[in-house]
């Protein structure tokens, strides 16, 4: 699989309180991500990102069961492997089984997008998208899980760089112990949390070299 550096993967989030007027249904995210890459992306590369539609909690814990994650996927690897489903029922591997179908079921709430270069500014790009979150059981509370650089790209050797900024919903409070980066080597990562009192939000911010996963972690 061909491996694409970034220089840097700039990440901006945007998370909407609606589930406090639909009945703590579901928060809505919004995603900006401006990347910088080493070299021009091949004009044939493509993602899946979320496409935005309500997903049943039944799927996303079987997403979470699988292993699988929604964060953008290459569209040359998003059904990778699955092409032996039959043969792994045939065979009674479950395990198997199950992480081919999550891929499925993964490409179905998904769709194909291109990254969006930026005139006069050489190897960068833009990509946006949309998706929604789901309260932690019962309870207020909700998380974002976001994975950078996305699948297939990777932080060039040299002075590569990944961050991301999250702005919280109004009133909501980010919890310090929950919220977290872990990179590569499972060390945390420290985050930033500052408040915007005008407004009533917060931002949390993180910084790495390497594939770090984030968490935020905030209940109402």
């Not at 809505?28 to 992306?41: G, I, N, R, S, Y």
């Not at 990102?49 to 049943?56: M, R």
């Not at 998003?78 to 045939?90: A, H, N, W």
């Not at 005139?119 to 309260?135: E, F, G, Q």
Request: aromatic share 8%; glycine share 4%.
């Amino acid at each position: 699989m061909l491996i694409l550096n970034i220089r840097l993967q700039d990440v901006n989030v945007v998370i909407n309180g609606t589930s406090r007027y639909n009945g703590n249904a579901f928060d809505t995210v919004h995603v900006e991500t401006l990347l910088c890459m080493d070299e021009p992306l091949p004009a044939e590369e493509t993602w899946y990102v979320p496409n935005g539609s309500s997903v049943p909690p039944e799927v996303l814990s079987f997403f979470k069961i699988a292993g699988v994650d929604m964060n953008p996927k290459k569209a040359s690897t998003i059904l990778q492997g699955t092409e032996d489903i039959k043969k792994q029922s045939e065979e009674s591997n479950l395990e198997g089984v199950i992480e081919d179908s999550a891929r499925f079921l993964l490409r179905a709430v998904m769709e194909k997008t291109t990254l969006t270069p930026i005139s006069n500014s050489p190897n960068t790009y833009l990509l946006s998208y949309d998706y929604k979150i789901y309260p932690v059981g019962d309870s207020s509370d909700y998380e974002l899980k976001i994975l950078v650089p996305f699948d297939g790209l990777a932080v060039a050797p040299n002075g590569g760089r990944v961050q991301i900024t999250v702005m919280t919903p109004i009133a909501a409070k980010v919890d310090p112990k929950l919220t977290k980066g872990i990179d590569e080597n499972n060390r945390e990562i420290s985050e930033s949390i500052s408040a915007i009192p005008n407004v009533n939000r917060q931002i949390v911010s993180f910084a790495y070299q390497k594939d770090p996963l984030f968490t935020v972690h905030y209940r109402y």
